[in-house]
């Protein structure tokens, strides 16, 4: 963890979306927080200093060019969906929705799965946070939901690698359970010592999303404890929080910003 780069890095999805949607992924580069936390920990709930965590989210902002401060979401392993239009508080949710331009998605993660979703038209967009319990709850295919039947892109952030990421007989056996003709988690997890398994978030998602009929997936190919750009609660416990960031711009907007490159 590089706590002497006070600039915020950022990733940014290799995926074809329409140009009118943005989206990126934190890492713990920049920011102003220290020890445990050192970087640019976006984590109000992980004991760091508040004033940290503030200005962290003011430097994202303003790094990122963001249209708006994002909403934040209390995260809690379940399924629900917010569309963020339609919310004054911080929700109860593990995904966050819009079809409003200017409105920026946004869930935090230190191992669990980030998924950034948008309609191939680039009117909704979303972002979903599914760790293993997410999966097995279902929220996943409730954030394709919000999207009517459109046909979406996907993107796979950030998140523990399956060499990294060990689970026991009863984290397998509720995604057996789920196994259809259809769905089948199996692949998802290797054998790595009894009664133990490498689970490999990114193909249980995999595994979802292609019987919802998603074609368009993106991403996957990172490990949040082995690479020391991002926080793992699996390597440190107590740790920050990353965030992946999903919005679609005002058309009118890019427009300016349009002419103003040009000039």
């Known amino acids: 963890m590089n706590s002497n780069t006070h600039t915020a ?21 920049g920011g102003v927080s220290t020890g445990v936390w050192a970087g640019l920990n976006l984590g109000s709930h992980v004991d760091d200093r508040p004033a940290a965590v503030q200005a962290n989210r003011r430097q994202l902002v303003t790094v990122a060019g963001l249209p708006a401060d994002p909403v934040w979401l209390n995260q809690v392993h379940g399924k629900a969906v917010v569309d963020i239009a339609n919310t004054s508080v911080t929700p109860a949710a593990d995904a966050a929705f819009s079809s409003a331009p200017g409105q920026v998605c946004a869930v935090m993660t230190a191992d669990c799965l980030p998924l950034l979703i948008c309609n191939t038209v680039g009117t909704k967009v979303a972002a979903v946070h599914a760790g293993w319990r997410g999966i097995v709850a279902g929220v996943i295919v409730q954030a394709l939901q919000q999207f009517g039947g459109d046909d979406v892109l996907v993107w796979l952030g950030p998140a523990i690698g399956p060499e990294s990421y060990e689970v026991d007989d009863k984290v397998r056996d509720q995604f057996l ?5 259809a769905i089948d988690y199996v692949d998802a997890f290797q054998f790595s010592r009894p009664g133990h398994w490498h689970f490999n978030l990114y193909a249980a998602a995999r595994v979802g999303l292609i019987a919802a009929g998603v074609n368009g997936v993106f991403g996957g190919d990172f490990c949040t404890f082995s690479d020391e750009r991002f926080y793992s609660f699996r390597r440190s416990g107590i740790t920050g929080r990353q965030a992946s960031l999903i919005w679609l711009e005002d058309p009118v907007e890019e427009s300016i910003q349009s002419l103003e490159d040009v000039e």
């Open 9 to 29: 890095e950022f990733i940014y999805p290799d995926w074809p979306a329409p140009a009118v949607v943005k989206a990126l992924s934190t890492t713990c580069n």
């Open 177 to 181: 359970r789920l196994n259809t003709p």
